[in-house]
């Protein structure tokens, strides 16, 4: 870094940054990389290390070996809490600032309990890698526990997990425990058969995947009842305990026992929406993004970039979905504008190019919607596999899991079935039978 060229400061090493920096590294700019993580995530296999498929090292990768190379690119493992728009610096958890000639903000989402902060207490989500691990660790322990458990409900509720929110992400979660219960888990157990499982989908829309073409909410319900998934469309929760969660639906009200709840329902953006809300009058949305300028920037403020998650962009009159592709292509676009700014060019407005969306199911099943084309079953499946190893970052990943799915596909196995760490509302323990 010279210290005299332009510098970038950039929050976030998601999609939307990474694919920001990459645009940016090959200019003559410095960039500062901040990241409250020292690793990239691919979200969408997040799933697959709590159900026990993939080691975390298979999803994430470690920022500073992405940018080993690039002598103009800085990483900062650091929380940013403040952003000074007029001033141009960005403060840290630990109280440090950095100043910066241009900012992009990308620090993604949070799970959005609507409120209920009880819920957030004892309900599982996928936040990131310790979160796949918890669930990760709670399921499997449940298994032990109701392996030890005389009492035939407390046995039923252990063995029952409950997800929700249809989306992908509970759609995917839910596919990939029953099959586990159904195959993986086969003759593991000497009392209980992991086969009795009961896995539970909550839905409030009146189908998964609500956000997909009907015809494929469809195909994806029978592909999960198929697999043993109990879906409930149209059902509102109305509280989450550490021994159950109650349900409203057709009127009525059920008490469902159980000791693990997954929550896939609802997200928001980090709470540097809110800031920025704050520091610059930027209009957010109820998810808390904002409502950027067309080209990507705050309103009012050129040099400040808010992509991903965190901002609210409309095509057609319609939000943007937060989805990868997005993040990535507005973290390229953003990268763009800064460089034309510096060559005295203006700056362009984004536009989304929408190549599909797709959600897996389970093993062989899958559904897909790509520019209209639909599909479902073993090709959507195929399709699935290859667009998630081609969007893996780094070349032993793909490796790895490539080689992973070949495993699993051909022996039903999940090879990462460990518990470790603690789990403050874990189940329970019945005394060991003399
Ligand atoms: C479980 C799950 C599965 C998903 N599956 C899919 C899928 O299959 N297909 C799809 O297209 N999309 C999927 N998504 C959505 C997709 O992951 C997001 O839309 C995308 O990650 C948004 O990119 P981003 O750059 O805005 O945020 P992220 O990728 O979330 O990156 C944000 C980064 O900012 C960092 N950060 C946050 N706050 C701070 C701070 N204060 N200071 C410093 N750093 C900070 C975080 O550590 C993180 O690295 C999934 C999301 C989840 C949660």
Do not use: C
Not at 144 to 171: C, H, N, W
Not at 319 to 332: D, E, F, I
């Amino acid at each position: 870094m010279t210290g005299n060229r332009h510098h970038i400061v950039v929050i976030g090493g998601g999609f939307g940054g990474l694919n920001a920096v990459k645009t940016l590294q090959e200019h003559d700019v410095d960039i500062t990389l901040v990241d409250k993580r020292n690793y990239h995530l691919f979200w969408p296999l997040l799933y697959q290390t709590a159900m026990a498929g993939l080691s975390p090292a298979d999803i994430a990768a470690p920022l500073r070996s992405i940018f080993k190379r690039r002598e103009n690119v800085r990483v900062l493992m650091a929380e940013a809490t403040d952003i000074d728009p007029d001033e141009q610096r960005v403060r840290f958890a630990s109280g440090e600032e950095v100043g910066y000639d241009s900012l992009i903000v990308a620090a993604g989402f949070r799970y959005h309990y609507f409120g209920n902060d009880a819920w957030e207490r004892v309900a599982l989500d996928l936040q990131g890698l310790d979160k796949a691990l918890a669930i990760r660790r709670r399921i499997l322990a449940a298994y032990e526990r109701a392996e030890q458990e005389s009492d035939p409900a407390l046995t039923a509720a252990l063995l029952t997990f409950v997800i929700v929110g249809a989306g992908p992400t509970g759609v995917e979660l839910a596919g990939s425990i029953a099959e586990m219960a159904r195959h993986t888990l086969k003759g593991d157990f000497r009392r209980i058969d992991p086969a009795q499982t009961k896995v539970l989908l909550i839905e409030a829309a009146d189908r998964v995947l609500p956000a997909f073409d009907p015809d494929l909410s469809v195909k994806a319900q029978r592909s999960l009842e198929k697999i043993g998934v109990t879906v409930l469309t149209g059902a509102m929760v109305q509280d989450i305990a550490a021994d159950h969660v109650r349900v409203a639906r057709d009127g009525a009200t059920e008490r469902i026992a159980t000791h693990t709840v997954m929550w896939a329902a609802g997200v928001k953006a980090s709470p540097l929406g809110e800031l920025l809300h704050r520091r610059t009058t930027a209009p957010i949305d109820r998810g808390g993004r904002v409502q950027v300028a067309p080209d990507l920037s705050v309103p009012g403020y050129p040099n400040l970039y808010v992509i991903g998650d965190m901002a609210h962009v409309e095509q057609a009159g319609q939000p943007l979905p937060g989805l990868a592709p997005v993040a990535m292509q507005q973290g390229k676009h953003a990268a763009a504008q800064i460089l034309r700014r510096i060559g005295g060019e203006e700056t362009q407005a984004f536009r989304y190019v929408d190549r599909g969306v797709m959600a897996t199911i389970g093993r062989a099943a899958a559904v897909a919607d790509i520019r209209g084309l639909r599909l479902s079953g073993f090709t959507a499946w195929l399709l699935w596999l290859f667009v998630h190893l081609m969007y893996l970052v780094g070349f032993r990943s793909r490796l790895f899991v490539f080689l992973q799915w070949a495993w699993s596909y051909a022996t039903f196995g999940r090879s990462v079935r460990l518990i470790v760490g603690k789990d403050e509302h874990a189940p329970p323990r019945a005394p060991i039978e003399p």
